[in-house]
């Protein structure tokens, strides 16, 4: 965005919030876009900004299996090779398990200790910084509000009994509002929703039910959950275990991949 449609974003915004009606914000938004005070991309990126207080931390968190971390007893050459071939800037550090994370490794510590290796300390453990913790039902305008508050970019997501449910970093708060953010560091990301041979879908457990409906024509309906993972979990009682199929209604469901915690990955199809 230059200066001036910078300019006219924020007096537009002025002018929007200023007006005394009884109308929902979103409606002003959308009145003030079709009027022209403000553009359609920066209408979404304001209708997004209020929808962040919606969505918690697990909908959008890199989940527990996908984390990138290193373990405090490996060497520096080892740490640096994970680095190098993730293209992260920081790492999460764990002693045992990933339900044990003590510290957050800042990549350009490494650096140092490449140019000066006499100096480098017996253990990673010396140069981590203290991790971040918050709940998974944290919303996501809390989480940047907190990032904000304690100049953090990364945070480890727990779950209700205390374990690693996952990650959740400045950048995916910022991709809620302003979408997708890749750099060349990023590797490609799957579709959530793949279509398969024979009228089936391979599905990613954290797709919303609304996704679901929009892109598949399955419509799946509950007044508790928003995924379809959380709805095979719903009605099954407890998260399934990889392979299992269950049907529900006139859909049939089978687990590609699934840990104690959640589903990641399940095949949806009409029941024959």
């Not at 190098?84 to 990933?98: A, C, D, I, N, Q």
């Not at 913790?133 to 919303?139: A, D, G, L, R, V």
Request: net charge negative; hydrophobic share 40%.
């Amino acid at each position: 965005m230059d200066e001036g449609s910078d300019s006219r974003l924020w007096e537009g915004i002025k002018r929007l919030f200023a007006r005394k009606t009884d109308c929902q914000v979103e409606d002003a938004i959308m009145e003030a876009k079709d009027d022209g005070e403000i553009a359609t991309d920066e209408a979404s990126m304001l209708l997004n900004i209020l929808q962040l207080a919606d969505k918690q931390a697990y909908e959008i968190m890199v989940p527990r299996t996908d984390i990138v971390c290193a373990e405090v007893d490996e060497t520096i050459p080892e740490i640096a090779r994970k680095v190098f071939e993730s293209g992260h800037s920081r790492l999460p550090v764990y002693r045992e398990t990933k339900d044990q994370i003590i510290g957050i490794l800042h990549c350009k510590e490494l650096l140092r200790f490449f140019v000066d290796p006499q100096n480098a300390p017996a253990s990673i453990e010396a140069v981590l910084r203290p991790p971040h913790f918050i709940p998974e039902t944290k919303n996501v305008r809390d989480i940047l509000l907190d990032f904000q508050n304690h100049k953090q970019h990364m945070a480890i997501v727990l779950d209700e009994y205390g374990g690693t449910a996952g990650l959740v970093t400045l950048e995916d708060v910022l991709e809620e509002i302003v979408g997708d953010i890749e750099d060349e560091y990023d590797p490609p990301k799957p579709a959530e929703i793949q279509v398969l041979e024979g009228g089936a879908f391979l599905v990613a457990g954290r797709a919303s039910l609304d996704d679901v409906a929009e892109e598949t024509g399955i419509r799946l309906q509950s007044e508790e959950v928003e995924t379809i993972g959380g709805y095979i979990t719903e009605h099954m009682g407890r998260v399934p275990a990889t392979g299992e199929t269950c049907r529900i209604d006139a859909v049939e469901f089978t687990i590609k991949e699934a840990d104690a915690k959640q589903i990641y990955w399940v095949v949806v199809a009409p029941a024959a």
